[in-house]
């Protein structure tokens, strides 16, 4: 757990704090996603939490204990930190980048080894492939899946992730959500996830904190804030289609009826399909009713169009 009480930082000779007295608390296992205007205060508040920044006021607690009052370099090695440009030693190889925090930590070889092969393995990279290879070899995708294998390395409590996605092309970049999403289901991590994407910060935080302006405006889940802003400012961040990005929340399996006689040319989905792409080819293939599919194509339910209505309205 995180707890953030107060926390404040005021750079010297300006008016306006660059984080202004932020509370609140990231529980245990789960993606807090902080998001919010250009100079809003989120990549402040994040290196803040491992003193990259040092704060003015309040206090900052990792799992009940104060970091202000922990050795900075002790604190940094037991937290993971993922940032947009990697990062990884370019001298290296992906083995001993990954090796980095267990060798400062002096794990012995036998035990290094085994976890670099291990989170390779997690990562979907093939240790005999990649483990001697450099970074120049890999693609940006592949940079950034070996910088989430080093920030797990000492398999560190707490993570924290600055636009770790955003400098990687489209299709890319939702093939490593789904990765990350995939690991954090296994290993139950508390991270802080900075992003300025809305529809990520939508599909990938537990809870989501909007700021403006040094202070949090509102945090809350995803599903709260998309029903219920809590100012004009929320409400024109989130955006016009809020209920449209409501639907990437849900999965068809969630409003998925009894199997029933469908049309041939109907859509077919998967049960795990967000009701916001179920729209999408429920529209394209002018259809009211869709067959729900199992992974062996065998028929699990249908999935009707005026339902997916009723879940962007709330209903």
């Not at 259809?287 to 709330?314: C, F, I, M, Q």
Request: glycine fraction near 8%; charged fraction near 25%.
């Amino acid at each position: 757990m995180i707890t953030l009480d107060g926390l404040t930082k005021q750079y010297p000779g300006t008016a306006q704090p660059a984080v202004d007295h932020i509370s609140l608390t990231i529980p245990k296992g789960e993606v807090c996603v902080l998001i919010g205007p250009s100079g809003c205060g989120k990549t402040t508040t994040m290196r803040l939490i491992n003193r990259l920044i040092e704060p003015s006021g309040g206090t900052i607690e990792l799992q009940g204990r104060d970091v202000t009052h922990m050795d900075a370099v002790e604190l940094r090695r037991g937290i993971g930190y993922v940032i947009q440009q990697v990062g990884l030693f370019p001298h290296l190889t992906i083995a001993e980048n990954i090796a980095t925090v267990p060798r400062l930590l002096g794990w012995d070889a036998a035990r290094t080894d085994k976890r670099i092969d291990e989170l390779l393995e997690l990562v979907a990279l093939e240790p005999v492939t990649y483990r001697d290879r450099y970074p120049r070899d890999l693609s940006g995708g592949q940079k950034q899946r070996v910088g989430v294998a080093r920030a797990l390395a000492a398999d560190p409590p707490v993570m924290l992730m600055d636009e770790p996605f955003g400098a990687i092309d489209p299709i890319t970049r939702t093939r490593l959500q789904d990765e990350f999403q995939r690991i954090q289901a296994r290993l139950k991590k508390t991270v802080v996830f900075v992003t300025h994407d809305l529809d990520e910060a939508i599909r990938m935080g537990d809870r989501i904190a909007i700021l403006r302006e040094g202070r949090v405006v509102q945090y809350d889940t995803p599903e709260a804030i998309l029903a219920r802003p809590a100012n004009a400012f929320v409400e024109e961040f989130v955006g016009q289609d809020r209920a449209l990005k409501r639907l990437s929340l849900y999965t068809v399996e969630s409003r998925m009826g009894p199997v029933a006689s469908v049309a041939d040319d109907a859509p077919r989905l998967r049960a795990d399909t967000t009701l916001r792409d179920a729209l999408s080819a429920l529209l394209g293939a002018r259809s009211e009713l869709a067959l729900v599919l199992d992974p062996s194509g065998a028929a699990l339910g249908t999935l009707r169009l005026e339902d997916v209505h009723a879940a962007a309205a709330g209903r």
